[in-house]
């Protein structure tokens, strides 16, 4: 199956162009800007597809979106990449837990993940590949690693081992206890008979009865979880891209392993100029997360009516670097600013716009300061409302530049 991408909505340009975005660099832990060429170069670790998108994954894409959206209104193309984490121990296992299919519950999940990033009005990625389509690629970086000796073998399974990843653990920073209990809790061995170094990581699985498999040049088997996005970012971005990104919850393991593996398997680095994690959303004070099951579904929240444009207000309302948890509240204030935001832009005469675009351009570019946006959005609105103002095409500036900067669309 190829993946396809969702369809992309239009973004309108805006008069002149955005300045430089500043976030904050996981690795350095500060404040840095990025400065890509005229082609900026974004990888986002994609879903696993065993269940549908709730708010934590929207958050984390509406993060991405941001910087998608910042840096074409700066000037840049935008090259974007995602994967999709189509096979995998937890899809199997859900699969096998309610006795479905594994392709079929990952193809229906894929299909309203796509949904809901149309609905949210998430740019898509130029390229949206899953692990299938992309297993020779991968078992291919696989064999690359293995010819520059960083791996070995455990029962036919092939591990990469850490102690040949020159500055393993500089990207997440962590000391080893913490990072023994983050492996065990995010899908690692560490305590595997045979491995020289608890921290060693699978690459290849060889294939087990009753398990998918797939004929490579490796042997039948399928990867480890982390090599398809070193090796799928490597294929379709090369080396040094501009920014890598995804949920906190993967700096450790994940983005750790998966650099350690593309410098080791192109003898280059960086992976990626700067990394970037979103905070996680919770519900009822634990992240929101599929194996919890403590989930508010964006499918749900549109089936049950809500207007996806307030769904993208509700989350633009937090900041990406801080945790927070989903209420109902959320959605409430955010419907109720959707609706004075519609009609301020309904307006026939309100105060010039071009402040607010400054505005929003600059507090965007300021590490994504989401809150500060809307807060500029809200005053302008107050104003037009108010009856103050006199500028016949503020109203279209006003709906241009929520529409391109912000994603939100004012049209009903
Ligand atoms: N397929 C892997 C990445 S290769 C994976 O982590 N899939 S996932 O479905 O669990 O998560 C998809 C994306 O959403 C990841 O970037 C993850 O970090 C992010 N994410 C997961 N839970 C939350 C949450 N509660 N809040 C914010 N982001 C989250
Ligand atoms: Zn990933």
Same mark, same amino acid.
């Given at each position: 199956?190829?993946?396809?991408?969702?369809?992309?909505?239009?973004?309108?340009?805006?008069?002149?162009?955005?300045?430089?975005?500043?976030?904050?660099?996981?690795?350095?832990?500060?404040?840095?800007? &990025?400065?890509?060429?005229?082609?900026?170069?974004?990888?986002?670790?994609?879903? @696993?597809?065993?269940?549908?998108?709730?708010?934590?994954?929207?958050?984390?894409?509406?993060?991405?979106?941001?910087?998608?959206?910042?840096?074409?209104?700066?000037?840049?193309?935008?090259?974007?990449?995602?994967?999709? @984490?189509?096979?995998?121990?937890?899809?199997?296992?859900?699969?096998?837990? @309610?006795?479905?299919?594994?392709?079929?519950?990952?193809?229906?999940? &894929?299909?309203?993940?796509?949904?809901?990033?149309?609905?949210?009005?998430?740019?898509?990625?130029?390229?949206?590949?899953?692990?299938?389509?992309?297993?020779?690629?991968?078992?291919?970086?696989?064999?690359?690693?293995?010819?520059?000796?960083?791996?070995?073998?455990?029962?036919?399974? &092939?591990?990469?081992?850490?102690?040949?990843?020159?500055?393993?653990?500089?990207?997440?920073? /962590?000391?080893?206890?913490?990072?023994?209990?983050?492996?065990?809790?995010?899908?690692?061995?560490?305590?595997?008979?045979?491995?020289?170094?608890?921290?060693?990581?699978? /690459?290849?699985?060889?294939?087990?009865?009753?398990?998918?498999?797939?004929?490579?040049?490796?042997?039948?088997?399928?990867?480890?979880?982390?090599?398809?996005?070193?090796? &799928?970012?490597?294929?379709?971005?090369?080396?040094?891209?501009?920014?890598?990104?995804?949920?906190?919850?993967?700096?450790?393991?994940?983005?750790?392993?998966?650099?350690?593996?593309?410098?080791?398997? @192109?003898?280059?680095?960086?992976?990626?100029?700067?990394?970037?994690?979103?905070?996680?959303?919770?519900?009822?004070?634990?992240?929101?997360?599929?194996?919890?099951?403590?989930?508010?579904?964006?499918?749900?929240?549109?089936?049950?009516?809500?207007?996806?444009?307030?769904?993208?207000?509700?989350?633009?309302?937090?900041?990406?670097?801080?945790?927070?948890?989903?209420?109902?509240?959320?959605?409430?204030?955010?419907?109720?600013?959707?609706?004075?935001?519609?009609?301020?832009?309904?307006?026939?005469?309100?105060?010039?716009?071009?402040? /607010?675009?400054?505005?929003?351009?600059?507090?965007?570019?300021?590490?994504?300061?989401?809150?500060?946006?809307?807060?500029?959005?809200?005053?302008?609105?107050?104003?037009?409302?108010?009856?103050?103002?006199?500028?016949?095409?503020?109203?279209?500036?006003?709906?241009?530049?929520?529409?391109?900067?912000?994603?939100?669309?004012?049209?009903?």
């Amino acid at each position: 199956m190829v993946m396809r991408s969702w369809p992309a909505p239009t973004v309108v340009a805006l008069p002149d162009h955005g300045g430089p975005l500043s976030v904050h660099d996981t690795v350095t832990g500060s404040r840095r800007t &990025i400065t890509p060429g005229a082609t900026a170069r974004m990888y986002v670790c994609g879903i @696993t597809p065993y269940d549908a998108a709730h708010l934590g994954h929207a958050f984390t894409y509406l993060t991405f979106d941001l910087v998608n959206r910042v840096w074409r209104d700066a000037g840049h193309t935008v090259d974007y990449v995602q994967n999709i @984490t189509d096979i995998d121990d937890p899809l199997l296992e859900r699969a096998a837990a @309610t006795g479905q299919d594994w392709q079929e519950l990952a193809a229906r999940e &894929i299909q309203v993940f796509r949904e809901d990033m149309a609905a949210l009005r998430i740019l898509p990625p130029r390229a949206f590949l899953g692990v299938v389509e992309s297993m020779d690629l991968i078992a291919d970086f696989v064999a690359r690693l293995r010819a520059q000796g960083v791996t070995y073998e455990v029962d036919g399974d &092939i591990y990469f081992s850490a102690a040949d990843a020159p500055g393993f653990g500089s990207l997440s920073q /962590l000391d080893r206890t913490a990072m023994l209990e983050l492996f065990a809790e995010r899908g690692g061995d560490p305590g595997r008979a045979g491995k020289k170094d608890q921290l060693d990581w699978l /690459l290849w699985r060889a294939e087990r009865p009753g398990e998918p498999a797939w004929d490579t040049p490796l042997g039948r088997g399928r990867p480890g979880w982390h090599v398809e996005c070193s090796a &799928i970012s490597v294929h379709e971005l090369g080396m040094g891209f501009d920014l890598n990104g995804g949920g906190d919850d993967l700096i450790f393991p994940h983005h750790e392993m998966g650099a350690a593996e593309a410098c080791c398997a @192109t003898g280059s680095r960086p992976q990626a100029r700067h990394y970037l994690h979103v905070a996680m959303v919770g519900l009822d004070g634990e992240k929101m997360s599929k194996s919890r099951g403590n989930l508010v579904f964006v499918s749900q929240l549109r089936k049950a009516g809500t207007d996806p444009m307030a769904i993208r207000l509700a989350l633009l309302a937090h900041h990406y670097r801080t945790a927070w948890e989903w209420t109902d509240a959320d959605l409430r204030t955010a419907e109720q600013r959707l609706e004075r935001w519609r009609a301020a832009a309904a307006v026939e005469n309100a105060p010039d716009a071009r402040p /607010l675009l400054a505005r929003v351009r600059s507090a965007l570019a300021d590490d994504l300061d989401t809150a500060t946006a809307l807060a500029a959005v809200d005053e302008w609105a107050d104003a037009a409302l108010s009856g103050s103002g006199d500028d016949p095409d503020a109203p279209a500036l006003m709906r241009t530049t929520v529409d391109t900067l912000l994603g939100v669309a004012l049209d009903r």
